[in-house]
C-alpha cells in the first residue's frame, strides 16, 4: 500500500462538498472487500478514501484498527513476524494521520493504546510482538510517548495514561486539567 493522502489533492479539490460522499463510497467498499477477501482491492479503496478526505479521522481510525485488529490477529497471521509487521503498517499509518486528520488527537490516543497492548501482549497470555525495538519496555515508554502527543494535541485522558505507563501512577495535565 502506498502512502495515502500526502500532497495537494486535486481530487479533493474538483470534487468540493461531495468528496466526503465519495469518500463514503471507497468505505464502503473498502469493507466489502475485506469480508470477501480482496485485500489488494480493499487497501486500494482505503487510500482512494484517504486521498478525498485526508481529514476524516475515523477513515484514519478505520483502516489502522482493520490492520493492528485485524490483520495482525492470530486468527488472520499465524506468523509472528508478519503480525509485527501488520501492527507496524497500522502504528505507521496513524503517525501520517496526525499530520492530516481533523482530530489528530484521537490518533496519537489510538497510537498509544495499541503500543500499550503490544507492551502487555505476554502478560494477556498471548504471544509477545518478536523483535519489537526494545522489547516490552521500548513498546511501553513508546506508548507513553505517543499518549503524552495525544495530550499535547488535546486529548487530556493521554496525560493520565501517559503517567500510568511511566510510573504507575497519576500524573496531572501540565496545566493543572483546565483546558489548552
Known amino acids: 500500500m502506498s502512502s495515502p493522502a500526502q500532497g495537494p489533492n486535486v481530487v479533493q479539490g474538483l470534487l468540493g462538498p461531495v468528496a466526503g460522499l465519495a469518500a463514503s463510497a471507497e468505505w464502503v467498499r473498502f469493507d466489502w472487500y475485506v469480508r470477501e477477501g480482496r485485500y489488494e482491492r480493499a487497501y486500494a479503496a482505503a487510500e482512494r478514501a484517504l486521498a478525498l478526505e485526508p481529514s476524516a479521522t475515523q477513515g484514519w481510525t478505520h483502516l489502522a484498527s482493520h490492520m493492528v485488529f485485524g490483520r495482525a490477529s492470530l486468527e488472520s497471521e499465524p506468523q509472528p513476524l508478519s503480525r509485527l509487521r501488520w501492527i507496524r503498517a497500522g502504528l505507521d499509518l496513524l503517525k501520517q494521520g496526525e499530520q492530516q486528520a481533523a482530530v489528530p488527537a484521537d ?10 497492548w503490544v507492551a502487555d501482549l505476554e502478560a494477556l497470555g498471548g504471544p509477545a510482538a518478536p523483535g519489537w525495538p526494545g522489547g516490552t519496555d521500548g513498546a511501553r515508554l513508546a506508548a507513553a510517548d505517543a499518549f503524552h502527543s495525544a495530550g499535547e494535541a488535546g486529548n487530556l485522558e493521554g496525560y493520565l495514561m501517559e503517567g500510568i505507563l511511566r510510573t504507575g501512577k497519576h500524573l496531572e495535565p501540565p496545566d493543572g486539567g483546565r483546558g489548552h
Open 107 to 116: 490518533l496519537a490516543y489510538l497510537r498509544g493504546l495499541v503500543l500499550a
